[in-house]
C-alpha cells in the first residue's frame, strides 16, 4: 500500500507510525465506501480544521461503521496520508488520459495541458493540497515517498512527450526531469509562499512560454 507524499525539508522526519493506511479498496463496494469516507474527510477538514477532525466524525459523515473506517485507516493521520496517495494517483491517471492519450491533439495542446496539471496550486480536484496539510505532512511521509512522487510525475511527463510525435524535436530526459521540478516544486512553493491569484497566473503562463518555446529550438545532444 503506498502513503505519504512528502516531508518538511530542513528537520528529521517524525513520521507516525500508525500513519500508513492499512490496505487498498480493490471490489467495487470498497472503492465506493473508501471513496466516501474522503469525501466526508475533505468536507470535515474544511469545515472544522485539522484539530476538530476525529475518524468517528468521519465514520458518521460517511454513512459507515467506525469499525468499517478502521479497517482501512487506524488513525487520521492515515486517512490524509491515503486521500493525499488517492488524488496523486487521479492526477497521474488525468495526465495519461488526457495527456499521453489524447493522439488527436497537437503537441502544444498536450503540453500545455500537462504544464497546468502538474502545476496549477488550485485545483479544485485536490482541495486538501494546501499549506496546511505541508505544515503537518512530515507526520504522514518520509523522503522515500517524496521520491516515489518524483519519480512517478517524471515517467508520465517522458512518456507525454514521447507520445507528441509531431514535436519538433525530443527533449533530453534530463531536461524533462528538471522541467518537473520546475512545476512541482514551484506548484509545492506557491502552496506554501501563497502569491496573489496574479502572480500564480504569471507564474504558470511562464512556465508554459519557457517550455513550448524551447520545445521550438534546434535538437538537444542525445
Not at 79 to 101: K, P
Not at 190 to 204: H, I, M, R
Request: some cysteine; overall charge neutral.
Amino acid at each position: 500500500m503506498k502513503n505519504g507524499f512528502g516531508n518538511s525539508k530542513g528537520r528529521l522526519p517524525t513520521v507516525n507510525p500508525r500513519a500508513k493506511p492499512l490496505k487498498r479498496p480493490t471490489q467495487a463496494r470498497a472503492i465506493f465506501t473508501v471513496d466516501a469516507i474522503y469525501e466526508a474527510f475533505v468536507r470535515i477538514w474544511q469545515r472544522d480544521g485539522w484539530s476538530g477532525l476525529t475518524t468517528r466524525e468521519v465514520a458518521l459523515e460517511a454513512g459507515v461503521a467506525v469499525g468499517t473506517l478502521y479497517d482501512y485507516f487506524p488513525s487520521k493521520e492515515a486517512l490524509l496520508s491515503g486521500y493525499i496517495r488517492h488524488r496523486l494517483d487521479i492526477l497521474l491517471q488525468e495526465l495519461d488520459e488526457t495527456v499521453v492519450q489524447a493522439n488527436d491533439q497537437d503537441w502544444p495542446t498536450r503540453i500545455k495541458r500537462l504544464i497546468r496539471l502538474t502545476c496549477d496550486p488550485d485545483d479544485e480536484g485536490q482541495p486538501l493540497f494546501n499549506h496546511a496539510v505541508l505544515l503537518i505532512e512530515h507526520q504522514i511521509a518520509e523522503p522515500k515517498h517524496h521520491r516515489r512522487v518524483f519519480d512517478e510525475l517524471t515517467l508520465k511527463w517522458r512518456e507525454a512527450f514521447a507520445a507528441c510525435t509531431d514535436l519538433p524535436a525530443q527533449p533530453a530526459q534530463t531536461t524533462i526531469d528538471a522541467w518537473v521540478i520546475m512545476a512541482w516544486g514551484g506548484r509545492r512553493y506557491c502552496v506554501t509562499a501563497q502569491p496573489a491569484a496574479a502572480q500564480t497566473a504569471a507564474w504558470l503562463s511562464e512556465m508554459e512560454t519557457t517550455i513550448c518555446a524551447r520545445l521550438q529550438t534546434s535538437p538537444e545532444p542525445p
